[in-house]
């Protein structure tokens, strides 16, 4: 299968070539229980509030009638406002088998209530997407970049050419640390290290193929 590229030395995997159990799995992409849902904006939603839905459980990612379909264009903005520190490590984006799939995800980190007009800045990375039926395909970030992140913006700026974007699921892995007084909880949202999972296959800046 042919994995795509990202711009800015970023890459991505398989999360299946973990060889993780479900279970272990489930919880490495559980930093959507870090997000502030209340307070999450996704702009140019053709359904309001439907944004939040595609941040779920990994095991419940199949779940197709929750989604997000962007209105005017094919361009869709998520606000993500986290209840602390995250560092983040990977994303997977889950969308349709068609050309309604985006086809470029762009990062900001700690820009509350961006909107498209910001957008012309320069984002903290850039990937190029492939289509994800499945949820299985992960796109690492440049951790160094993304150590400490209150608020994450996700631009999909473009998809293979349909009229509107759909996506069913957004999965996110990192860490979350929360701040207290006198002391820090920190969350790994990984399973825990194996040495196998350092064989994975990394995505160069040019395109890759896994067997």
């Known amino acids: 299968m042919s994995h795509g590229h990202s711009h800015g030395g970023g890459g991505c995997r398989c999360a299946a070539e973990r060889e993780e159990p479900p279970e272990q799995r489930g919880l490495a992409y559980g930093l959507y229980l870090r997000i502030d849902l209340e307070r ?3 702009l140019n939603e053709s359904r309001e509030g439907s944004g939040r839905g595609v941040f779920k459980p990994w095991e ?56 498209f007009g910001d957008t012309d800045r320069e984002p903290d990375q850039t990937f190029s ?47 979350w640390t929360e701040l207290h007084r006198h002391e820090v909880t920190i969350c790994n949202y990984e399973a825990s290290a194996n040495p196998s999972d350092h064989k994975i296959h990394q995505v160069t800046p040019q395109t890759h193929f896994i067997s």
């Open 129 to 175: 997407l492939n289509r994800d039926v499945t949820g299985e395909l992960e796109y690492a970030t440049k951790i160094s970049r993304f150590s400490n992140v209150y608020h994450l913006s996700i631009h999909i700026s473009k998809n293979f050419g349909a009229d509107t974007t759909k996506i069913f699921y957004i999965g996110l892995r990192g860490e």
């Open 60 to 115: 419940e990612r199949a779940d197709r009638s929750k989604y997000v379909e962007s209105d005017a264009d094919e361009e869709l903005l998520f606000n993500i406002p986290f209840t602390g520190n995250v560092k983040l490590k990977g994303i997977i984006v889950m969308g349709e088998d068609d050309d309604s799939h985006p086809s470029e995800m762009r990062l900001y980190k700690n820009i509350p209530q961006m909107s």
């Open 40 to 42: 999450l904006q996704c």
